[in-house]
């Protein structure tokens, strides 16, 4: 027994140092960054969102800078209730490209780090609070609702090396009117 309690704290730490080694974009540039993105990958492995990924779809952020450093993001989601909009807050740190904000459905601080962009086409964005597949996302965001095939395959790779199954990655179809079109 004492070999399976050994185990399971390797692989815990393994698991948690794979994750401490993920750095931010170098150079990172916020104003750069700032503007319309939509989320066009996803990978989340969580039991309780196993059951909505086929109803997932492309949302639609707006990322706004503040003079502060700070972020305020607005999304989009298409939900069974209709187009959803959210705001979420935030908090620069002391390194350029990563952030932190407190999750409300999960009830604690999680980090967000922009692992790599080339802020007109793609950007790779890891979501954690030291790895726990209940609360981990790698998101893949574009400036247009679809991506070159290559960026996708880098998301892809990306997210299989941070220890995610293949059926927890998901490119999903766009959203109908969501957020709705200004003139309809």
């Known amino acids: 027994?004492?070999?399976a309690e050994v185990a399971v704290v390797m692989v815990m730490l393994y698991t948690s140092m794979a994750h401490s080694d993920v750095k931010p974009q170098r150079d990172f540039n916020?104003?750069?960054f700032a503007g319309r993105w939509y989320r066009v990958g996803l990978a989340y492995d969580s039991p309780s969102f196993v059951q909505y990924r086929d109803k997932l779809?492309?949302?639609l952020g707006v990322v706004t800078a503040q003079a502060s450093g700070n972020v305020n993001l607005t999304m989009w989601d298409a939900t069974p209730a209709g187009c959803r909009s959210k705001?979420?807050?935030y908090e620069k740190t002391n390194i350029p490209?990563?952030?932190?904000?407190f999750s409300t459905r999960h009830?604690?601080?999680?980090?967000i780090t922009v692992v790599e962009t080339n802020y007109n086409e793609y950007a790779l964005v890891l979501k954690h609070k030291v790895f726990h597949r209940e609360y981990t996302q790698v998101a893949l965001y574009g400036r247009t609702p679809r991506v070159r095939v290559e960026v996708i395959q880098k998301f892809k790779a990306f997210a299989l090396s941070r220890g995610?199954?293949?059926?927890?990655i998901l490119t999903p179809p766009p959203a109908d009117n969501c957020p709705p079109s200004p003139s309809g």
């Open 87 to 89: 705001m979420y807050y």
């Open 30 to 32: 916020l104003q750069r």
């Open 107 to 111: 009830n604690m601080v999680k980090d």
């Open 164 to 168: 995610f199954p293949r059926e927890a």
């Open 97 to 101: 490209g990563q952030f932190t904000y």
């Open 57 to 59: 779809r492309v949302s």
């Open 1 to 3: 027994m004492r070999t």
